[in-house]
Structure formats: C-alpha cells, structure tokens
C-alpha cells in the first residue's frame, strides 16, 4: 500500500513551457486534491476532485487544468509555465471530506 | 470564505519545554486537523479532530467546534518537534480544505 504517489520529485521548466505533475493513490479514496505552497507560506488549494469525471476549482486554479479519468490518477497540468508557478505542488486524497487527508511527498517546480 | 488564523506565527523553546498552538476559524466546520511539516517539507498527519480531545503520546489536541478554535499541545518538545504546524478545515457545506497559516517552531538542545 503506497498511499500517495507524486512524479516527478523535482523539475526546472522555463517560461511558456508545458508540464503534468502526476498523481495517484492506490486507497481508493473518491476525493482528491491538488495545493501549492509558495516558500514560508501555507497551502493553498488548486483544484479538487469528489470522484471520476468530477473535478471543481479551488482558491487558486487561474494557470492550471485537472482530469480524472480514474479513481486512482489526478494530473495536474501546467499548459503556460510563468514564474509565479514556481511552488511546491502537493497532491492528496480522502475518502471524504469527513475523513482525515493523505498527502504525497511533493514536486518542487522551478520556473525560469 | 472560511478564515483560519493560526498563534503565534513563530515559537522557539528550550528542550523539554512545553507549548501551545491554536487555531482560531471564521465558520463552522464539519473536518479540521493538525499537520506537522518537517525540514525536509514532508506533511505528517497529527490528528483528525472535527471535535473533542485527542492524545498521542506527547502531543494532544482539543477542538471546541461551539466556539471555533482548536488547541494543539506538545509536552516536553523535542528537536525533533521542530517544523512548521498547520491546521486545515473543512467548513460545513463545503468539500474544500482550507489552511491556516501554520505555526513555525524551533526546538533547541
């Protein structure tokens, strides 16, 4: 039982590049989630997912898209990489919003 | 939207001393809890603690939803206590974790 798996751990990409931060759970748990937490900062919320096919934005989505096509996977893709992009992406998934969150290792993202 | 304020912003304590975190929101909420992100940036489950008292071993958490605060207590803080201390809710009719703005302690030998 892995929990929660993020690919890559770490990434350098320059500005207008394109990107999908991967992300996959074997818990089978409906909701998942997607922050970003900028250096001394808190997390921010992205975009969330109650189950396949259902997807919804959070505090901060302007720059980003999300799927799912499964349970288990939630990309995040990234189509025009700014510098302001540059956070550490931190996917998670729960059974509901009732339950306690698992959060995966994380991706350092550097936009340059 | 829901506000999550966390105090103090930053602690720094001797070892084996004690503390306090809080957590004060702005709503009522259905899910809240505690994380703890190590140096290495890794976030570490504390508690699930939508209401009541919890214990785990040298840390123990308090949520009184009635009043919307939650209290996060570390007894004889180690160095390995050191890190940065979040609480996340969910408010109610919400599916959305929203977090306060963590709590960044620093334990000295």
């Known amino acids: 039982n892995a929990g929660v798996t993020q690919t890559p751990k770490f990434r350098i990409l320059k500005i207008g590049q394109s990107m999908t931060l991967q992300c996959t759970q074997d818990?089978?748990?409906?909701?998942m989630y997607w922050y970003r937490q900028d250096p001394g900062m808190g997390l921010k919320l992205i975009y969330y997912?109650?189950?396949?096919?259902?997807?919804d934005k959070g505090e901060v989505p302007n720059g980003y898209n999300v799927s799912r096509s499964t349970t288990e996977d939630f990309p995040l893709r990234l189509e025009l990489a700014a510098p302001s992009q540059t956070s550490v992406y931190f996917c998670?998934?729960?059974?509901?919003?009732?339950?306690?969150?698992?959060f995966g290792p994380g991706t350092r993202l550097t936009v340059t | 939207g829901i506000q999550v304020e966390q105090s103090p912003p930053d602690l720094i304590l001797q070892e084996g001393a004690n503390s306090t975190l809080r957590c004060n929101f702005s709503d009522s909420v259905n899910n809240l809890q505690w994380f703890h992100q190590n140096p290495w940036g890794q976030l570490i489950n504390l508690f699930y603690?939508?209401?009541g008292t919890k214990q785990n071993g040298r840390l123990s958490a308090t949520t009184v939803a009635t009043e919307r605060y939650s209290l996060l207590y570390i007894s004889s803080s180690q160095t390995t206590d050191s890190g940065v201390y979040f609480c996340?809710?969910?408010?109610?009719?919400?599916?959305?974790?929203?977090f306060g703005t963590g709590t960044r302690l620093k334990v000295l030998a």
């Open positions: 998670a998934s729960s059974p509901s919003p009732l339950h306690e969150q698992y």
């Open positions: 997912s109650v189950g396949a096919g259902i997807t």
């Open positions: 603690i939508p209401s």
């Open positions: 996340a809710v969910v408010a109610s009719g919400t599916y959305k974790y929203i």
């Open positions: 818990m089978n748990h409906n909701y």
